[in-house]
């Protein structure tokens, strides 16, 4: 016959089922602290990212003003801005006129606000460098520039090279190329030229779709940053 279970095997067995019960109440906190460090890493780097690409984009648009190339060049720093997750999950980017450097991003040029610039001569100033009258005024007619992540593997051919043609930047040449909109050609790079104060402001905005990892808090936020800039003034 068995003898009697021992004092020490009940206690043995007592303290197993304490250990069960306490690591069940500590492993859920455990990991959901350890996906929020991951949430919020992967959250601040995106951000960071989005930051940095706004910032490199409008030193570009600084230094290459109102070269016809400027807006190719603007997406060449983006994209090297944005190196750390992939063009690919960018929203879209938006070059627009800015009336000063407190200026916000219009609605008119944000497409998850209903604006449409892209393709619309109509949107933006003529492109003849004499006119520097915007046409029309008013939100609707904001002089902006909208670059879907697609854009940013478009290339620029020099018209003035023989043989060469754009379609996608360019905008002296064709209403269809991307840059119409707000075409670097008729952006002022020049103190008190025309009766005006001085250079154009250049307005950056950013804009992202962040996925969370696991979803316990939320399953995804706009992330956006916006840098303005004033165009580096050229001799008259």
């Keep these: 016959m068995h003898g009697a279970p021992s004092e020490g095997s009940h206690q043995r067995r007592t303290e197993r089922g304490t250990t069960l019960t306490e690591a069940a109440f500590v492993t859920l906190p455990f990991f959901l602290i350890i996906f929020g460090i991951l949430e919020m890493g992967f959250l ?59 200026d916000q991003v219009p609605d008119a040029c944000r497409p998850d606000q209903g604006g449409s610039t892209r393709f619309h001569p109509d949107r933006g100033r003529s492109i003849d460098p004499a006119d520097d009258e915007p046409v029309g005024s008013g939100e609707t007619n904001r002089e902006c520039n909208i670059y879907l992540p ?71 936020s706009t992330l956006s940053s916006q840098k303005i800039v004033r165009i580096e003034p050229e001799a008259n």
């Design 44 to 102: 601040f780097r995106n951000y960071l990212t989005i930051s940095n690409t706004a910032a490199e984009a409008g030193r570009a648009a600084s230094v290459y003003g109102s070269n016809v190339d400027a807006d190719f060049q603007i997406l060449r720093a983006a994209e090297h801005g944005v190196a750390a997750m992939g063009v690919e999950q960018l929203d879209y980017l938006v070059v627009w006129r800015a009336t000063g450097p407190d």
């Design 150 to 220: 697609g854009d940013f593997s478009l290339n620029y051919l020099d018209p003035a090279n023989p043989g060469t043609k754009t379609t996608h930047f360019g905008c002296e040449n064709d209403p269809d190329n991307v840059d119409w909109g707000w075409c670097p050609l008729v952006r002022e790079d020049a103190v008190n030229a025309n009766g005006n104060t001085g250079p154009d402001f250049v307005g950056i905005y950013v804009q992202m779709n962040h996925v969370y990892l696991t979803g316990f808090i939320q399953s995804e």
